[in-house]
Every structure is written in C-alpha cells, then in structure tokens.
C-alpha cells in the first residue's frame, strides 16, 4: 500500500517591499483544491500599516481570485511564474 502524496512547499517569502512587506507560500498538492482544476495551493498577500492591500489565494470553495484593496475579483491562474508575476504587478501598482 502506497502513502498518500503530501503538499510539497514550492515558494515561500516574506520581505519589506515598498511601504510594506510581501508575503506567500506556493504549495503543489496532491488533490486540487475545490473548484480550482490545477495542482496548487497558494496565499500571496501585500500589507502596509497592517491592512491588506493586494492579496491573491484558492481558497476551498472560492477558488481562484484576488483581492485589490476592499474589492475581490475572480483569477485566472495559468501557472505559478504567472501568479507571482501578475502577483508582483498588482503590487507595484497599489504603490
């Protein structure tokens, strides 16, 4: 009998950026996590003065999306150096 596959970390950073710091982790996991179809779990945040400015995460039953201040959209995710780029994007602009 096999063991099941775990999560295995694949990005994790935390660092001053701008007036604030960035923040993720990238995990490819075993199981997509409902409704994503892709093998990846993830959690990307920007925070200045303790408020999240930029966020992008697959939470379990939300799916892809993305957080620009107070306002959450739906992402497209196509694979993790996209995310990160559109990540770091959205961030430079939030500047």
């Not at 497209?76 to 150096?81: G, K």
């Not at 559109?86 to 500047?95: M, N, R």
């Amino acid at each position: 009998m096999m063991s099941p596959m775990k999560a295995n970390l694949l990005h994790q950073f935390k660092q001053a950026f701008g007036k604030g710091r960035i923040e993720g982790v990238v995990w490819r996991v075993p199981e997509s996590v409902p409704p994503t179809q892709h093998g990846y779990k993830y959690r990307l945040v920007y925070v200045v003065d303790g408020q999240r400015i930029v966020g992008y995460d697959n939470e379990r039953g939300k799916g892809d999306h993305r957080h620009l201040g107070s306002k959450e959209t739906s992402y497209r995710f196509i694979d993790v150096p996209t995310l990160l780029r559109d990540f770091l994007e959205d961030v430079k602009e939030a500047q």
